[in-house]
């Protein structure tokens, strides 16, 4: 029986390939996205220690809270520290090199006075660190900022905006924009960006100046001297510190070289936690929509055998030895397609790499791929777990059978006249049609019956009953719809369709053209030689693959080869008119998807669509298994879809509903601000009627106490660009000293009223 199976899996390969497939897809996502993540966490992770490998302790303020700040990328939610505190560090018996650590916003102009982006990366600004062991940057060229009109940047921003050593650029700053003379560029270890994101340095003067506020720093680097223990130099700065006082300095803590890189990790490990998960789910609905594939192919697989299963039982076989064949197809099937899935998921994580690359602003560092054992041992296992899982209701159906079914020629299937189905299969569309007009309906009946309803939960129990619904009555239905779509008048609507889908590509084509005419003739011409380079490659590769193919296809038929050669060409041309016009390709599969819907439907009256239609009816099971794969797949993507586009419109209709102004003016980076005297300017201009600025920060109030945001408004004119909802008093009373406005619901949390003190 042994021999059998594995007989069985080379006899049935093709059918098999469909199970096969579906598992490398979700393997090689799932793999794929650990490939990735552990690549860049291990390379980073040494990237980072070797930046801060030379510094044995940093000096900082404490932050304001406990918890966690939300300040941007410019700040961590500390206060800086007065420079002038690098006299006492410096006396610290064991301290070898101190050096302030200052950076900020800053984003550079290119040679067209426009803003450079680095694709949603932040834009950083630095004192330049002369010591170089403390710095994680690494001068390539040139020289280092030393006169007030110099600067020095990073590789990957020289290669953005085509700079040279000698170069003026300006620079972006909250202080306004300011012209700089290129005297050198640096990298990041060996990358030419870190992450993506870009750095400007500036000399000590000047960077404290534009980046934070003239005689501060963020925090200070210390390098010890050899020898010197990080914990004990870090206690005794600390307690150097302890006696020093100064205007808005409250606790300064010395942590050491450990701590600082543990922190910094910790930050690379959230990113690609998050990359991690985000492709983990993709690969997790292949996974799950496999299980219906490999089940259905199984099924057909079983049916295909009945008879020799039942002669196998005449021989002798067992019900157990039956089950266990059908297991060991299931197994090496499983074990097969995830080692392929395993070796895919390199693939995928270069691919990953790539989009990441061209999209996210470029920046990661060239390294060879990470494959961890658990990489492997997780991609062969889950594989192998789910092809076995979705094999089982198969491999039972396989053990039932009859030694006497050999002597029928057809298997019986009766799922379509179950009661039991029927009944469960309407019991679960009434509640989940009750349950929809509950969620839809919620806020009447909740008056009517002095009741609160979460419309959204209710309307999602209905639509999970109505899934179940369809795995109860999918078979039911499965006859009578197959029955109906497969007659001649159905084809004709095929054909309709087919035709509306082949003529919207008319208006694709003239939004096509007219977008081409916007190129510049450099663009056209890079597009045009994309699109002849695409098209030779992939049409020498077809020729090479398919020449002797076709050459025994002409000999059986030689109209099939006109039929193969001209999809294929369609294919190609599709591939490379997409790299000169997206538009263009849609309209061209527009025109191919509505010639073979056509095509389709004038064959539902012919021999091939009575025969299609009879094998459909056949075996009702096996058809809603089928659809029901792609009924779970397509509801999967349709509900990414529905919570992105309500998520969309929940913030979009906040956002149109709160702000009654025209205009929102925002600094390049949000999160830094601007001058106060943005506002004034503001409103000198004519026509200006109103205007009212916006300051953030962090404050902590409330039993318990918790971190809150708090915002600072002009209260004489807010009401006029802000639609704050109901208001009870006054915000003209916030002019006052003292007082704030609270929330509506944070003041019920807190049983707080208006005239009560808070702290």
Do not use: H
Not at 127 to 149: H, M, Q, T
Not at 158 to 165: E, H, N, Q, S, W
Not at 457 to 479: D, E, Y
Not at 514 to 527: I, M, N, R, V, Y
């Amino acid at each position: 029986m042994l021999r059998l199976a594995f007989k069985n899996l080379w006899a049935y390969k093709k059918r098999l390939l469909t199970s096969a497939l579906s598992v490398v897809l979700g393997i090689s996502f799932l793999c794929g996205s650990f490939v990735f993540t552990d690549t860049l966490k291990g390379l980073f992770s040494d990237l980072f220690s070797s930046a801060v490998k030379g510094v044995d302790v940093q000096v900082r303020q404490t932050k304001a809270f406990g918890g966690e700040a939300d300040d941007g990328p410019y700040a961590d939610g500390r206060s800086p520290l007065p420079v002038s505190l690098l006299d006492t560090v410096r006396k610290v018996p064991g301290v070898a090199v101190t050096e302030p650590r200052i950076e900020g916003y800053a984003q550079a102009l290119n040679k067209k006075g426009k803003l450079i982006k680095g694709g949603g990366a932040p834009n950083f600004g630095y004192v330049w660190i002369n010591d170089s062991e403390l710095s994680a940057y690494r001068l390539f060229s040139g020289k280092a900022p030393v006169a007030d009109d110099e600067i020095v940047i990073d590789k990957g921003l020289a290669k953005t905006g085509k700079f040279k050593l000698g170069d003026s650029i300006k620079v972006n700053t909250v202080s306004g924009l300011r012209s700089f003379r290129l005297v050198g560029d640096v990298t990041f270890g060996s990358s030419d960006t870190a992450l993506g994101a870009s750095a400007i340095f500036f000399n000590q003067r000047v960077g404290q100046e534009l980046l934070l506020k003239a005689g501060f720093a963020q925090s200070f680097l210390i390098r010890g001297e050899p020898g010197t223990s990080q914990a004990a130099l870090a206690k005794a700065v600390a307690a150097s510190l302890q006696g020093v006082s100064f205007e808005g300095l409250t606790k300064v803590e010395a942590i050491t070289g450990k701590k600082l890189e543990s922190e910094q990790l910790s930050f690379v490990n959230i990113i690609f936690g998050f990359i991690n998960t985000f492709f983990t789910a993709f690969a997790v609905v292949a996974l799950f929509v496999s299980i219906f594939v490999i089940s259905n192919s199984f099924s057909i697989v079983v049916a295909q055998r009945t008879k020799e299963m039942a002669m196998l039982r005449t021989l002798g076989a067992s019900r157990g030895q039956i089950l266990g064949s059908t297991f060991v197809e299931a197994l090496g099937v499983g074990v097969l397609a995830s080692a392929v899935g395993v070796g895919a998921g390199l693939g995928v994580a270069l691919l990953i790499r790539l989009l990441l690359e061209t999209f996210g602003g470029g920046g990661l560092p060239s390294a060879g791929l990470v494959l961890k054992p658990r990489t492997v041992l997780l991609g062969l296992g889950v594989g192998t777990l789910v092809t076995v899982l979705a094999a089982i209701a198969p491999a039972i159906k396989s053990s039932r059978v009859k030694p006497l079914a050999a002597l029928r020629d057809t298997s019986i299937d009766s799922a379509d006249s179950s009661s039991f189905r029927l009944r469960a299969g309407l019991v679960l569309v009434a509640v989940s049609l009750l349950f929809l007009g509950i969620g839809l309906n919620g806020a009447v009946l909740g008056k009517f019956l002095g009741l609160t309803f979460d419309g959204p939960l209710n309307v999602g129990v209905s639509a999970a009953a109505a899934l179940i619904a369809v795995v109860f009555l999918g078979p039911i239905l499965a006859k009578p719809l197959a029955g109906a779509l497969g007659r001649p008048w159905f084809g004709w609507v095929i054909v309709v369709f087919g035709a509306v889908v082949g003529l919207g590509a008319l208006p694709l084509v003239v939004l096509g053209v007219k977008a081409l005419t916007k190129l510049s003739s450099k663009e056209l011409g890079q597009g045009i030689g994309g699109l002849v380079i695409t098209f030779v490659v992939a049409f020498g590769v077809w020729t090479v693959w398919a020449k002797r193919r076709d050459r025994k296809i002409m000999k059986v038929d030689e109209k099939v080869f006109p039929n193969e050669w001209r999809s294929i060409l369609a294919t190609v041309f599709l591939a490379g008119i997409s790299r000169l016009s997206p538009l263009l390709a849609l309209a061209g599969l527009c025109v191919i998807c509505g010639r073979y819907l056509i095509l389709t439907g004038r064959s539902a009256g012919t021999t091939s669509g009575r025969i299609a239609r009879e094998n459909t009816i056949r075996n009702p099971t096996r058809t809603s298994a089928t659809a029901l794969a792609l009924t779970i797949g397509t509801a999967l993507v349709s509900a990414i879809l529905v919570l992105s586009q309500s998520l969309t419109q929940t913030f979009r209709g906040a956002v149109d509903n709160a702000v009654r102004g025209d205009y929102v003016v925002a600094s390049a980076a949000s999160d830094t601000g601007f001058p106060a005297s943005v506002q004034q300017e503001i409103r000198s201009v004519p026509g200006v009627e109103a205007t009212s600025s916006l300051r953030f920060e962090r404050m902590k109030f409330g039993f318990p106490a918790r971190e809150r945001t708090i915002g600072g408004i002009d209260p004489a004119e807010f009401d006029k660009l802000v639609n704050v909802g109901r208001l009870e008093g006054s915000l003209q009373k916030l002019a006052a000293p003292n007082t704030v406005a609270l929330a509506e619901k944070t003041a019920k949390d807190q049983g707080l009223q208006i005239g009560d003190s808070i702290r």
